[in-house]
Protein backbone atom coordinates (compact mmCIF):
# COMPACT_ATOMS: atom_id res chain seq x y z
CA UNK A 1 0.00 0.00 0.00
CA UNK A 2 1.52 3.33 -1.05
CA UNK A 3 1.95 5.58 1.69
CA UNK A 4 0.51 9.34 1.71
CA UNK A 5 2.68 11.75 0.65
CA UNK A 6 3.51 15.49 2.30
CA UNK A 7 2.37 18.53 -0.64
CA UNK A 8 3.82 21.04 2.32
CA UNK A 9 2.42 23.20 4.47
CA UNK A 10 -1.63 24.44 4.12
CA UNK A 11 -0.52 28.00 4.80
CA UNK A 12 2.26 27.69 2.31
CA UNK A 13 0.23 26.06 -0.44
CA UNK A 14 -1.92 29.27 -1.48
CA UNK A 15 -5.02 29.98 -3.34
CA UNK A 16 -4.46 29.11 -6.34
CA UNK A 17 -0.74 27.52 -6.30
CA UNK A 18 0.24 24.35 -7.74
CA UNK A 19 2.95 21.30 -6.67
CA UNK A 20 3.66 18.62 -8.39
CA UNK A 21 4.36 15.08 -5.76
CA UNK A 22 4.97 11.88 -6.67
CA UNK A 23 2.73 9.17 -5.26
CA UNK A 24 3.81 5.27 -6.11
CA UNK A 25 6.32 6.80 -8.87
CA UNK A 26 3.35 8.83 -10.27
CA UNK A 27 3.64 12.07 -10.89
CA UNK A 28 0.20 13.99 -9.40
CA UNK A 29 -0.68 17.64 -9.53
CA UNK A 30 -1.85 19.56 -6.32
CA UNK A 31 -4.01 22.50 -6.97
CA UNK A 32 -5.48 24.86 -4.70
CA UNK A 33 -8.76 26.40 -5.54
CA UNK A 34 -11.07 27.99 -3.35
CA UNK A 35 -9.81 26.81 -0.48
CA UNK A 36 -9.76 22.95 -0.93
CA UNK A 37 -6.89 20.80 -2.33
CA UNK A 38 -7.44 18.84 -5.01
CA UNK A 39 -4.75 15.97 -7.03
CA UNK A 40 -5.17 14.65 -10.18
CA UNK A 41 -2.53 12.56 -12.03
CA UNK A 42 -0.34 15.01 -13.73
CA UNK A 43 -0.79 13.64 -17.07
CA UNK A 44 -3.36 14.86 -19.71
CA UNK A 45 -5.17 11.43 -20.90
CA UNK A 46 -5.36 12.61 -24.13
CA UNK A 47 -1.63 13.17 -25.24
CA UNK A 48 0.31 12.29 -22.26
CA UNK A 49 0.93 15.65 -21.55
CA UNK A 50 1.59 17.53 -18.02
CA UNK A 51 -1.56 19.58 -16.70
CA UNK A 52 0.80 21.29 -14.11
CA UNK A 53 0.78 24.87 -15.19
CA UNK A 54 -2.35 24.84 -16.60
CA UNK A 55 -5.15 27.67 -16.09
CA UNK A 56 -7.48 26.76 -13.09
CA UNK A 57 -10.67 28.04 -13.61
CA UNK A 58 -14.32 27.15 -12.71
CA UNK A 59 -13.39 24.17 -11.27
CA UNK A 60 -11.20 22.95 -14.04
CA UNK A 61 -8.07 22.58 -15.04
CA UNK A 62 -6.81 23.29 -18.64
CA UNK A 63 -4.19 21.40 -20.33
CA UNK A 64 -2.25 23.88 -21.97
CA UNK A 65 -1.37 21.94 -25.46
CA UNK A 66 -4.41 21.40 -26.79
CA UNK A 67 -7.32 23.11 -24.43
CA UNK A 68 -8.97 19.91 -23.04
CA UNK A 69 -10.48 21.12 -19.27
CA UNK A 70 -10.71 18.34 -16.23
CA UNK A 71 -12.90 18.48 -13.61
CA UNK A 72 -10.88 19.38 -10.23
CA UNK A 73 -13.18 17.39 -8.16
CA UNK A 74 -14.05 14.44 -10.56
CA UNK A 75 -11.02 14.48 -13.08
CA UNK A 76 -13.61 14.19 -15.94
CA UNK A 77 -13.02 15.91 -19.07
CA UNK A 78 -15.30 18.40 -19.62
CA UNK A 79 -14.25 19.80 -23.16
CA UNK A 80 -12.49 17.62 -26.23
CA UNK A 81 -10.09 16.72 -27.25
CA UNK A 82 -9.99 14.61 -24.11
CA UNK A 83 -12.37 11.72 -23.46
CA UNK A 84 -11.26 9.88 -20.54
CA UNK A 85 -10.67 10.99 -17.40
CA UNK A 86 -7.74 12.03 -15.25
CA UNK A 87 -7.13 9.48 -12.03
CA UNK A 88 -8.08 11.52 -9.13
CA UNK A 89 -6.19 11.09 -5.80
CA UNK A 90 -7.61 12.03 -2.40
CA UNK A 91 -6.18 14.99 -0.20
CA UNK A 92 -5.97 15.52 3.63
CA UNK A 93 -4.99 18.37 5.97
CA UNK A 94 -3.62 16.93 9.36
CA UNK A 95 -2.22 19.01 11.44
CA UNK A 96 -1.75 21.73 9.32
CA UNK A 97 0.26 19.66 6.98
CA UNK A 98 -1.15 18.90 3.27
CA UNK A 99 -1.00 14.80 2.46
CA UNK A 100 -1.70 12.84 -1.16
CA UNK A 101 -3.12 9.78 -0.93
CA UNK A 102 -4.50 7.21 -3.53
CA UNK A 103 -8.62 6.85 -3.26
S1 LIG B 1 -2.56 16.76 -24.68
FE1 LIG B 1 -3.99 17.66 -23.34
S2 LIG B 1 -5.56 18.32 -24.67
FE2 LIG B 1 -4.16 17.31 -25.99
Redesign the pocket.
Known sequence: MTERVRVGHEAALIEGSQTEVQVGGVGVVVVRYEGQFYALRNN??????P?LGGDVGAGRIT??????KFELSTGKPKTL??VKPVKLYRTEVDGGEVYVLPL
Open positions: CTHKDYLCEKHGAPA
